[in-house]
Antibody
Framework: EVQLVESGGGLAQPGGSLTLSCAAS????????MSWVRQAPGKGLEWVAN????????YYVDSVKGRFTISRDNAKNSLYLQMNSLRVEDTAVYYC???????????WGQGTMVPVSS | DVVMTQSPLSLPVTLGQPASISCRSS???????????LNWFQQRPGQSPRRLIY???NRDSGVPDRFSGSGSGTDFTLKISRVEAEDVGVYYC?????????FGQGTKVEIK
């Protein structure tokens, strides 16, 4: 079964750090770009970051640049999001996903909640 | 950043009737490779997002054929030919040509 499973969410303090993980199965993880998308409570979807299949290219939304780092370990079929200097406005459900823009291939995890609060 | 503007933001629909959502981008979404990278997502209540349409009009695997996408350049439309109860949720357009990728505000589809 093709699947993405996020983990690592939980309460974080402003200024704190957290690392999210996403375990992939059922497809050739190392062949695909991967994404993180988030959704603040009651709000719409916001794309956060992308990483190329081999990890050589990374892109971020401006609001997280310099604070968040996307990475991957193809040997472990895993995607990560290291989040530093967290802000209250980073509070959201974080989804990892694989969306191929040229083909009919789209997978999303169930999401992991990250509340940032003191 | 490319701004994606959807309308309407709320769409009450009668079961079995058609529905249409508009999306406009602040820049052309035509890539130099000839493709137009406009996607449509569905998010049912309490669920993860799911892509329905890629490259304007191509349905993802398993997407019912009552969903169709059209448009070009900066103006795009998602149509549901006959709304079913399972179509309730929020629909987003998203461009995947420019960094950062950006979503529209979302259109909430509900049953009258």
């Amino acid at each position: 079964e093709v699947q993405l499973v996020e983990s690592g969410g939980g309460l974080a303090q402003p200024g704190g750090s957290l690392t999210l993980s996403c375990a992939a199965s059922g497809f050739t993880f190392s062949s695909y770009w991967m994404s993180w998308v988030r959704q603040a409570p009651g709000k719409g979807l916001e794309w956060v970051a992308n990483i190329k299949d081999d990890g050589s290219e990374k892109y971020y939304v401006d609001s997280v640049k310099g604070r968040f780092t996307i990475s991957r370990d193809n040997a472990k079929n895993s995607l990560y999001l290291q989040m530093n200097s967290l802000r209250v406005e980073d509070t959201a459900v974080y989804y990892c996903g694989c969306m191929v823009r040229r083909e009919a291939f789209d997978i999303w995890g169930q999401g992991t909640m990250v509340p940032v609060s003191s | 950043d490319v701004v994606m503007t959807q309308s309407p933001l709320s769409l009450p629909v009668t079961l079995g009737q058609p529905a249409s959502i508009s999306c406009r981008s602040s820049q052309s979404l035509v890539h130099s490779d000839g493709n137009t990278y406009l996607n449509w997502f569905q998010q049912r209540p309490g669920q993860s997002p799911r892509r329905l349409i890629y490259k304007v009009s191509n349905r993802d695997s398993g997407v019912p054929d009552r969903f169709s996408g059209s448009g070009s350049g900066t103006d795009f439309t998602l149509k549901i030919s006959r709304v079913e109860a399972e179509d309730v949720g929020v629909y987003y357009c998203m461009q995947s040509i420019y960094w950062p990728w950006t979503f529209g505000q979302g259109t909430k589809v509900e049953i009258k």
